[in-house]
């Protein structure tokens, strides 16, 4: 079955400028996740989404970042008058239920100049 | 001191070597254990999956846990090429605490023919 997506798979922006990532998860995943890797680094969690529930934002690094998920489905995470250190690729990953395994997506590539 | 560390190598090895990757943590609360798979410019796939101490063997893969010392490994036998990838820990904490996993930084592994 198909898997997670995210577009674009690239973005090149400006510094100063605005962009939005999507993530489409694997269909009737209640959980789902967005993380940033750095250049040989590990992930680090940004936000969680769960049903309805409110999200868990405990790990967005700043104000100008935010994200949202409609229903069960498609997710965007914005970032505002974006840095260079916002240059990172930023995965999104869904499960089934929490505790499950988390499925990644391929990530979008941020290249801020 | 990183919640979890792992030495982000990288590590060459030739074919058909045992490979041995490891990771340290200090939050004794950890019951979940996670070793993923990551190929350049992909997501991060599910290798293993342990609870507790132990280990845990599935095909050329073994997992070990031993949370008396907070280390974990992840053995390799038998390498291939096709297992060149980065390989990146994660750990998270028993039902009712937060299912988002804490992740090592990932350790590159180079197996040359």
């Known amino acids: 079955g198909a898997g997670v997506s995210q577009s674009p798979s690239n973005k090149v922006t400006e510094k100063g400028k605005d962009v939005e990532l999507r993530c489409d998860p694997i269909s009737g995943h209640t959980a789902l996740y967005w993380y940033r890797q750095r250049l040989g680094q590990g992930l680090e969690f940004l936000i969680y989404f769960q049903g309805n529930s409110a999200p868990d934002k405990s790990g967005l690094p700043s104000d100008r970042f935010s994200a949202e998920r409609t229903g069960e489905s498609v997710s965007t995470l914005t970032i505002q008058r974006t840095q260079q250190e916002d240059s990172a690729v930023y995965l999104c990953?869904?499960?089934?239920?929490?505790?499950?395994?988390?499925?990644f997506g391929p990530g979008t590539r941020l290249t801020v100049l | 001191q990183k919640e979890v560390e792992q030495d982000p190598g990288p590590l060459s090895v030739p074919e058909g070597a045992i490979v041995s990757l490891n990771c340290t943590y200090s939050n004794s609360a950890f019951q979940y254990f996670m070793w993923y798979r990551q190929y350049s410019r992909k997501g991060p796939e599910l290798l293993m999956y342990t609870y507790s101490s132990g280990n845990k063997e599935d095909g050329r893969f073994t997992a070990q846990v031993d949370k008396s010392s907070k280390y974990i490994s992840l053995f390799i036998r038998d390498s291939q090429p096709s297992d060149s990838a980065t390989y990146l820990c994660a750990m998270s904490l028993p039902s009712g605490g937060s299912y988002i996993p804490t992740f090592g930084r990932g350790t590159s592994l180079i197996v040359h023919p």
């Open positions: 990953a869904s499960s089934l239920n929490p505790a499950d395994t988390q499925y």
